[in-house]
């Protein structure tokens, strides 16, 4: 067996390495990959630039494309896909320093990995020189580059995931910092209520955080070199510029070659990653949309622990097991210096949007009993479907050790669990770790007493 | 309708409380309380005795019996029943101080909540000054004037969780500290595999653990206070001893009246936390047996959060409501210094004691991406059922933000997830937070491995 592998990060390295270790000399497996490394942390690329990663690129790199050969993988690098031909189960390729150099590859199977690119829209000045990009581990290496330059003045673009992360790198980094977005608060999937804490923190740390007043434009200095951002309400000061306006996913050959794209942009696939439609196509990680276990509704949620549960099921499909991806439920954290950021299912807004009738409970409670005093604030809140007192979501912003407790939360709302059943759960309860109430249980009441 | 309740700490005042804020003037509440504070956390004092929290026992007390009392709460302290008797709902009591002044109470509904009391077998000189326990708010006076003298010897006999919570209390107090225990490793509630950690942590911070060697006398110095503590194997120094030999419920009054207890001596509630077979007889907390769902049997765990959980329930279903106490699974917390403690469910040991036929697998990993210099190592243990995959327990033993993931796999655990079913969950990911994969999730992935 033949399979074609097109990119070489999370979705196709796992599911290349997962497929070989299974098969062995049975099947023959080629990744082609338009970059330098393979299987790399790009969410890890925030640390780096922050300086809290000892070490070059290498260090967020898990298994180098040297390390895959060695295991029997045949990993092309620097090597662009161009064309897929579903009919004659054919790829084309270019290198890509070489545009002429065109191959061509012939699967049984293929595998398309192609993730995502960040978003660019049209601002004036968005591609002059400072104005950077974290996406790959060469946007870092830039990154870290122009950091050697000492810059004072930084601004952020988009107050997402990368913006937030990138916002705590430039503290760090002891830089004067703005950030701007669209929204009124950071974190759009956040409920502005949660989100406003976000903003807080950030004053608490120096940086200023303006809502509602996109980046209009990108000016350059005399030495050509981004020198402030212009909005529509005043000129920042800037020696360095991140953009963090979110991803969108690569599927512009996918589409090319008739793959059924959704809404989003990404490939729509079945449960068990394979293309809609194509016996012989998969696809998985941040190329692809995938099934919200809570709204029903496919979206495009690109994470790295999405992506490589996508690769270990297209790796068991293809080696002869029934392996099935069965849907997110929308778990993703982050944080801003001490601040915790967590979430998981639907926001009061996202619900409402929906349609969906909900009762929501907002708490504020501490990270340790009250009586230490290094207890920390956390806030809690919950979203319930009022027909079925289900729990459709929680968010949580809070101190140290608030923002993994959304697991707990997140295998609630994976279990279709209401408000009643989660105030029961046996949850752990010591004075260094919480109150006798878990803040998820005491939201849960909250929510509960409210639906009663 | 007239309510008696004896106890006046996490059961017996949430109960009450619960009530008192639903029915108001139509139900008459009366708390017997032995002791001089309510509403207190036990579960703090070895914190409060390490110095880790400010203040004076007051720090602990959730809510006094004058506040109570402004509440509408008729609390009686310093008065201690000695005789129920459910044909003539009545209870006889006296006063802690002279027992020749007795009352005699009627209620409509009795509410047993008379929590534990710590185990004293009777080994040569438990009685002598200086050697401790740290069960009630007095007790931690006791212990914390004891700590004034400026001791320099501690010997903490028992390594369950008050004896590895009075363990840090000792380091964190300079105190040359050996626990001994009748086990080869500390916490019982662990495997030994993952005990080991915990007497390695304890051996990091200077603490001598002797296992299979339990106390077999306190001896006393020239002053009458124990000087030291013997062994099969040797003597300890000792200028001050603290007792961590686990609790009985305390039920005594109970299995007076003729209400059935188990054979851990609990009383045996059923699910709406009525005293098995009457009508208007209600338990719960300490002095009481519940149902365990994993295994399905009746056990004994006397924590704070059950205590609550009951209480609330009593308070429901004594104000009209239908509530239910479904069980537990088994979750609890601890930590020694930076060391992370948690269990749910079965272990390996009790499993196959309940003659389970299961399969086990032990990760190391660390509590954040590896790349970070500060990521702290994790060890988890996931216990599965070999019939249908379930996960049966799981347990953690690692660096900070460790701990507190329990909870995601207590919620699991719930809802009799299979390892399967774990794998595939939507929990959160970040660099700073974890792997791209969950520790519990690879854990369950070679669970899950070995199963096929």
Redesign the interface.
């Known amino acids: 067996m033949r399979v074609l592998v097109i990119g070489g990060d999370?979705t196709g390295m796992s599911s290349a390495s997962q497929l070989k270790r299974r098969l062995g000399d049975s099947v023959d497996i080629t990744v082609l990959n338009d970059q330098r490394w393979t299987s790399y942390?790009a969410?890890?690329i925030p640390?780096?630039v922050a300086g809290?990663?000892?070490?070059g690129p290498d260090?967020?790199v898990a298994r180098s494309p040297e390390k895959h050969r060695a295991n029997g993988l045949d990993v092309r690098i620097g090597i662009s896909a161009t064309r897929i031909d579903p009919d004659n189960q054919q790829v084309s390729a270019v290198e890509v320093t070489d545009a002429s150099a065109v191959s061509t590859f012939d699967y049984d199977h293929l595998i398309i990995a192609t993730g995502a690119r960040p978003l660019a829209p049209p601002i004036p000045g968005i591609d002059i020189p400072g104005v950077l990009r974290t996406h790959t581990l060469d946007d870092g290496l830039v990154a870290i580059d122009a950091l050697e330059e000492t810059p004072r003045n930084a601004v952020v673009v988009g107050a997402g995931?990368i913006g937030v992360e990138m916002a705590e790198a430039c503290v760090q980094r002891e830089l004067q910092t703005t950030v701007l977005d669209l929204a009124p608060e950071p974190m759009v999937v956040m409920d502005p209520d949660m989100g406003s804490l976000i903003s807080k923190a950030m004053a608490d740390h120096g940086v200023t955080f303006r809502g509602q007043e996109p980046a209009a434009e990108f000016v350059a200095g005399p030495d050509g070199r981004v020198a402030s951002v212009r909005t529509a309400s005043g000129d920042y000061p800037a020696d360095i510029v991140f953009l963090g306006l979110g991803v969108r996913p690569r599927t512009e050959l996918a589409a090319a070659a008739g793959l059924p794209t959704g809404s989003s942009g990404g490939i729509q696939i079945d449960d068990h990653c394979r293309v809609q439609g194509y016996e012989n196509i998969w696809a998985g990680g941040d190329c692809v949309e995938t099934r919200h276990?809570v709204s029903g509704e496919p979206v495009y949620v690109p994470?790295?622990?999405?992506a490589?549960?996508h690769g270990?099921v297209i790796g068991l499909n293809l080696s002869g097991e029934d392996a099935?991806?069965?849907?997110?439920?929308?778990?993703?954290?982050?944080?801003f210096m001490s601040t915790e950021i967590?979430r998981?299912g639907l926001t009061e807004q996202q619900a409402t949007q929906l349609g969906r009738d909900v009762t929501t409970a907002s708490i504020v409670t501490s990270t340790k009993?009250g009586?230490?005093?290094d207890a920390e604030p956390m806030r809690v809140k919950v979203v319930a479907d009022c027909e079925d007192g289900r729990v459709l979501g929680c968010q949580i912003v809070g101190g140290?050790?608030a923002?993994?407790?959304?697991?707990?939360a997140?295998?609630?709302v994976?279990?279709s669990?209401t408000a009643s059943e989660v105030?029961?759960?046996?949850?752990?309860?010591?004075?260094?770790?919480?109150g006798?109430?878990?803040p998820f249980q005491i939201a849960a009441r909250q929510v509960l007493a409210k639906l009663r």
């Open positions: 999370a942390s969410c890890g640390y780096w809290e990663v000892a070490g260090s967020l995931f276990r994470l790295g622990t999405h490589n549960k270990r099935v991806f069965p849907g997110i439920v929308g778990t993703a954290i982050t944080k967590a998981v009993a009586y230490f005093s140290v050790s923002g993994k407790r959304i697991d707990s997140a295998t609630a994976w279990n669990m105030v029961d759960l046996d949850l752990s309860y010591a004075p260094p770790f919480s006798v109430w878990e």
